[in-house]
């Protein structure tokens, strides 16, 4: 196992910001690929972003232009920069790392967005 650690959840009002940390036990380059996941009562879980070691990244539609990944390679650390919040956006959130057999998850962290 690795242990994969979220912090910066909580509580925001539509239209702020929060920023999500997620820190890693090993080095991140031992992934394919670093990303954040979310699932909002009664849903499945659901893609956010995802940051390979090229520091290629992929978005949600959804969070297309608001949302953004990053990572220190230095630090084993992952963040996701949420800016412009949503109620939708309301979920809880959950740090991943991805290798060929298989994915490593953190305990995940609550964000709410209130309107």
């Known amino acids: 196992q690795v242990p994969l650690v979220e912090s910066g959840g909580g509580l925001m009002q539509a239209g702020g910001s929060l920023r999500l940390s997620c820190s890693a036990s090993?080095?991140?380059?031992?992934?394919?690929?670093m990303g954040w996941y979310r699932q909002a009562p009664g849903k499945q879980r659901e893609m956010v972003a995802t940051i390979f070691n090229s520091g290629s990244t992929a978005y949600a539609d959804s969070v297309q232009g608001r949302f953004a990944i990053s990572r220190d390679n230095a630090k084993n650390t992952v963040t996701l920069q949420m800016n412009s919040l949503k109620p939708d956006d309301t979920a809880v959130y959950y740090c991943?790392?991805?290798?060929?057999?298989?994915?490593?998850w953190g305990q995940g962290t609550q964000v709410t967005v209130s309107s």
């Open positions: 991943n790392a991805h290798f060929a057999l298989g994915d490593y």
């Open positions: 090993r080095s991140i380059l031992n992934f394919n690929y």
